[in-house]
């Protein structure tokens, strides 16, 4: 361990009584308990002790996991958080080349891209000092993208839609352990926001909103800008009147994402615009920062896309139980892990009900 605070809190995390691991999406999806908090904690601690001699086993542990914050929400110590650990030793992994197929294909495809997907075409849209960043889930959903085109038009904000090509937040690097590739990558996106001279930044994408805040400051690039999720955009302009929007007679489910719940702490704003939207909100049995994680994309930050699928079957059967007309996020990774179910993005609901009045 660096030191004696660090040293500490791993055993702590390790010689705990383990309630976290009712909270842990891929425990409960699979009952295996080495890959419960705790049981990583200790992995690390002995690995720090050199008591591991199947490193690669060791690894592929560490790459299952979610990533997703709730041992750090339902944790009994203040200021730790597992995940911290668990991405140190995923950058070891990187530098090793003991990486999961999956994750090294998508940053070998990233390395060659500039992003995870593949090639793609630059998006440069509209004009002013509030931007709109297409991140790479959103790239890939059109429906959200046309949403996202009517709200800004009939709003009559100023608004910059940049993204696509080879500009993304990084955050495929950042799971998979390389720590060079991403500081590149940030910087790239701070000259990427710099040129466009903004003041402030939109997403969608909770994982693009919590790389360039905190993830960003804690690896050495810093911007003087303003990140907002959309919700936070959406909900000010219902509120304000500057668009106009039809009542709907249904109801909803809400299912929280996991990294704008547990690390941007938005729970409320999305539920106070879908109630503005006139739908009766029907809770699922774990939400808010209770919510499980759907799982992201395979190699994303679960290297195992058997893992994946378990953790993506557990939420859908979660959220089908409320037996709601209409399915709701907030992260347009999570709308297309939960397709299943016909998962709405949020935008993609204000833009329905907008009124044509």
Do not use: W
Not at 27 to 55: C, H, M, S, W
Not at 187 to 208: A, D, F, N, W, Y
């Amino acid at each position: 361990m660096e030191n004696k605070k660090e040293l500490e809190q791993i055993t702590n995390c390790a010689l705990c009584g383990n309630m976290c691991k009712y909270s842990c999406p891929v425990y409960l999806a699979t009952g295996n308990e080495t890959v419960t908090p705790q049981k990583k904690a200790r992995l690390i601690l002995y690995k720090k002790k050199a008591f591991i001699e199947d490193e690669k086993g060791f690894f592929d542990v560490m790459f299952q996991c979610a990533m997703c914050g709730a041992c750090k929400v339902n944790c009994l110590y203040d200021n730790f958080d597992l995940r911290d650990f668990i991405q140190g030793e995923r950058s070891e992994a990187f530098k090793k080349g003991v990486l999961p197929d999956e994750t090294r294909k998508r940053v070998e495809t990233f390395t060659r891209f500039g992003n995870p997907d593949g090639e793609r075409q630059l998006i440069q849209k509209g004009k002013g000092e509030i931007g709109y960043f297409v991140s790479c889930s959103t790239y890939n959903d059109q429906q959200l993208l046309k949403a996202v085109e009517k709200i800004l038009a009939r709003s009559g904000e100023q608004v910059q839609q940049f993204g696509g090509a080879d500009i993304c937040c990084g955050a495929p690097l950042y799971y998979a352990g390389d720590m060079e590739g991403f500081k590149k990558a940030a910087e790239k996106m701070k000259g990427e926001i710099e040129q466009r001279k903004l003041r402030k930044v939109i997403s969608s994408c909770p994982t693009c909103i919590k790389m360039m805040t905190e993830i960003y400051d804690e690896t050495g690039t810093h911007l003087d800008v303003e990140f907002i999720h959309i919700t936070e955009f959406l909900d000010r302009l219902v509120k304000e009147g500057k668009i106009k929007v039809n009542k709907a007679n249904a109801t909803a489910t809400f299912h929280d994402p996991c990294i704008l719940a547990n690390d941007i702490h938005i729970t409320t704003i999305p539920r106070d615009i879908i109630k503005m939207l006139g739908f009766e909100i029907k809770e699922p049995i774990y939400f808010g920062k209770e919510a499980h994680c759907c799982g992201e994309v395979p190699g994303g930050r679960i290297g195992d896309s058997k893992l994946v699928n378990k953790v993506n079957a557990m939420r859908i059967n979660e959220l089908k139980e409320t037996t709601a007309d209409v399915y709701i996020s907030a992260c347009p990774t999570c709308k297309a892990t939960l397709s299943d179910i016909d998962m709405k993005d949020i935008a993609e609901v204000v833009a329905e009900q907008i009124s044509d009045g």
